[in-house]
Nanobody, 121 residues
Framework: QVQLVESGGGLVQPGGSLRLSCAASGFTFQYYTIGWFRQAPGKEREEVSCIRSSGSSTYYIDAVKGRFTISRDNAKNTVYLQMNSLKPEDTAVYYC??????????????WGKGTLVTVSS
């Protein structure tokens, strides 16, 4: 079965950095677009970023452009989200998922359980 396991979340001060990892198994990882999504308290889940199977095409929502970088290592079946210059509004549970790519956005299909990122002083 498809399994995605996020890690790397935690408490960080504003302006700090975290790198999230998404370890995948149970499917042919290199064929899939993978996305990162987040859900803040009281808000709906939103897409954050996604990366095509080749790793050459990426998408970011405006709120994280210039601060977050998505990457993948197909040999390790892992996708990363490097988050820099973190802001309190980045606080959320972050999820990775296999994704459908629609030119400029991604929809999650199979989901991990999430990792909590808290940005606070």
């Amino acid at each position: 079965q498809v399994q995605l396991v996020e890690s790397g979340g935690g408490l960080v001060q504003p302006g700090g950095s975290l790198r999230l990892s998404c370890a995948a198994s149970g499917f042919t990882f290199q064929y899939y677009t993978i996305g990162w999504f987040r859900q803040a308290p009281g808000k709906e889940r939103e897409e954050v970023s996604c990366i095509r199977s080749s790793g050459s095409s990426t998408y970011y929502i405006d709120a994280v452009k210039g601060r977050f970088t998505i990457s993948r290592d197909n040999a390790k079946n892992t996708v990363y989200l490097q988050m820099n210059s973190l802001k309190p509004e980045d606080t959320a549970v972050y999820y990775c998922a296999t994704a459908q790519f629609f030119s400029t956005r991604c929809n999650g299909v199979d989901w991990g359980k999430g990792t909590l990122v808290t940005v606070s002083s």
